[in-house]
């Protein structure tokens, strides 16, 4: 029998509380008036929501459903779900992966930045939440009350350190979670997404599925921030046959085979030389893969948007 004590943390005040991996295991979970608090929920769950909180420190794992803060203020989150929305709150900040449009209502101050942590188990926990580490639409937020010549959101600085925000636990229970909020180990891919590009070329990468598709992307990934370049933004999505012509154009007819085998995973980079860098990294180490790669500077953000705007339609169906 579930008791619901046991998925609720309630009436807290500066204390430092949290779930360790396997003890949610995709239930449903409650926060509600908190204050000053550290709340960690190293597991995946089904929604969460938070209400009446204020000046917390919140880290939440990956939500099948939806996560939903309400009467709000104060407090720094991150934050791995389906669906994000926020109701009559005041200052947040949230490193935020999101597979559908973030959405604020009657909210104000609200900051974002891209999703930045890494444990062991939580890849895993990705898997059984159903949710992609390649879709996080973090950065296109949508304000459904918004106010003419102000501004309810921004995005946090680039620089901004997850620590600073959501400090690691200092508990002895979870400090046995193996943590790093190191970009590099991160397990979300950390895009751009709408802030300003460093340049005007960018470079589509499409890679088929396969045993070691997501491995090939963050290895791509690596070569090419490592080169200085930056990630854009990542997607993956399954295809049918029209689609792949719509999107490859003239060479959608080799890649028909490969849809078949399941999603596709996406990647635009941004850099002068872009198009150049990632076609030779590709050549040099992934020969024996198939991989999909803009032919040119030319046609390059062509095939950026062919690709993004049939995968906005797509998950918008």
Known sequence: QIDPKDYTFSGLKDETVGR??????????????????????????????????????????????????????????????????????????????????PIIESSTGVKFGCFQYYYPELALQFKDAGLSIFNNTWSNIHDFTPVSGENNWGLLPEDAVVQDYVPLPSSEELKAVRISTEATRSLIPITRGRRQKCSDESCLAVFFAGDYTTANARKLIDEMTGKGFQLVQTKEISMKAEDTHRVFKQCASEFIPLIENGPVVALEFSGDGAVEACRSIINDIFSGTKVFVSESKASASQDVDNFFNFADMQMGM
């Open 20 to 101: 360790l991996p396997g003890k949610v295991a995709g239930q449903q979970f409650v926060i509600q008036d908190c204050e000053n608090c550290n709340i960690y929920i190293f597991d995946h769950s089904a929604t969460i929501t938070i209400d009446d909180c204020v000046n917390c420190r919140i880290f939440l794992g990956p939500i099948k459903g939806s996560v939903f803060f309400r009467d709000c203020k104060d407090c720094k989150c991150i934050v791995a779900c389906q669906q994000f929305r926020t109701r009559d709150c005041r200052k947040l900040e949230v490193f935020l992966c999101c597979a559908t449009q």
